[in-house]
């Protein structure tokens, strides 16, 4: 099964670290530890796709894969 692509990076401006899914449009979270964001992203997309579920929104697939898994 497929599941979707998490970006979790280093923000001086915030401080802390942003977790984000690319796939799923405004869907990001913020820790003060890698691991702090990516639980905070995991709880973000359950409720972004319980939300688009509720609201019979489009859900995209996960479809994102970072540049270095992409074969020419």
């Known amino acids: ?3 979707y692509h998490i970006n979790i990076f280093y923000s001086d401006e915030d ?3 942003i977790a ?3 796939d799923l449009k405004y869907c990001s979270a913020f820790g003060k530890t890698p691991e702090e964001a990516l639980e905070e992203i995991l709880k973000a997309k359950k409720a972004w796709l319980e939300t688009a579920r509720k609201s019979r ?5 996960p479809r994102y894969r970072p ?3 992409q074969v020419a």
């Open 15 to 17: 401080e802390g670290y």
């Open 67 to 69: 540049l270095i898994y």
């Open 57 to 61: 929104k489009k859900i995209p697939p």
């Open 20 to 22: 984000d899914i690319p």
């Open 1 to 3: 099964m497929k599941d």
